[in-house]
Antibody, heavy 118, light 108 residues
Framework: EVQLVESGGGLVKPGGSLRLSCAAS????????MNWVRQAPGKGLEWVSS????????YYADSVKGRFTISRDNAKNSLYLQMNSLRAEDTAVYYC???????????WGRGTLVTVSS | EIVLTQSPGTLSLSPGERATLSCRAS???????LAWYQQKPGQAPRLLIY???SRATGIPDRFSGSGSGTDFTLTISRLEPEDFAVYYC?????????FGQGTKVEIK
């Protein structure tokens, strides 16, 4: 089955760190760029970061630049998001999404909830 | 940076009616890399339209997209009960790959 499964979310204190993972299956992971998208409670979608298939190109939203690091391990069919210096405003469900230009974000995981609170 | 503005914020319609959702970009979207997603409560977004007008796999033909440059439209020809949801547009031709703020289609 073609799917993405996120993990690693949880409760963390402000200033803390968390590492999210996204496990891909059912497709050739190494052929696709990947993204992280988040959604704060009751709010809209916010693109967070993207990484090309070979990790050559990496982009971040200004809101997370310098604090979050996206990476991938094609041998393990996995995508990661290292989140440091977390703030209350980083509280959100984090989704990983496959990027299939020109077909946009055509596959999404179910998301993992990150709560930043003291 | 391209900013997307969706209107209206909420659309109140009855099943069987036609829904027209707008997405306006602050600058031209390259190669019409404009997508539409549907999201229901507690679920991940679902790709409906890419390239401004191409339906994603398995999407019913009552969903259609149009537009180019800075003005884009998602049309649902006849609303089914399962279509009441929030819809987002997104430009994915350049970084940041911004989303619009969403339009909620609710039952009147």
């Amino acid at each position: 089955e073609v799917q993405l499964v996120e993990s690693g979310g949880g409760l963390v204190k402000p200033g803390g760190s968390l590492r999210l993972s996204c496990a891909a299956s059912g497709f050739t992971f190494s052929s696709y760029s990947m993204n992280w998208v988040r959604q704060a409670p009751g709010k809209g979608l916010e693109w967070v970061s993207s990484i090309s298939s070979s990790s050559s190109y990496i982009y971040y939203a200004d809101s997370v630049k310098g604090r979050f690091t996206i990476s991938r391990d094609n041998a393990k069919n996995s995508l990661y998001l290292q989140m440091n210096s977390l703030r209350a405003e980083d509280t959100a469900v984090y989704y990983c999404a496959r990027d299939r230009i020109p077909a946009a974000f055509d596959l999404w995981g179910r998301g993992t909830l990150v709560t930043v609170s003291s | 940076e391209i900013v997307l503005t969706q209107s209206p914020g909420t659309l109140s319609l009855s099943p069987g009616e036609r829904a027209t959702l707008s997405c306006r970009a602050s600058q031209s979207v390259s190669s019409s890399y404009l997508a539409w997603y549907q999201q229901k409560p507690g679920q991940a977004p679902r790709l409906l339209i890419y390239g401004a007008s191409s339906r994603a796999t398995g999407i019913p033909d009552r969903f259609s997209g149009s537009g180019s440059g800075t003005d884009f439209t998602l049309t649902i020809s006849r609303l089914e009960p399962e279509d009441f949801a929030v819809y987002y547009c997104q430009q994915y031709g350049s970084s940041p790959r911004a989303f619009g703020q969403g339009t909620k289609v609710e039952i009147k």
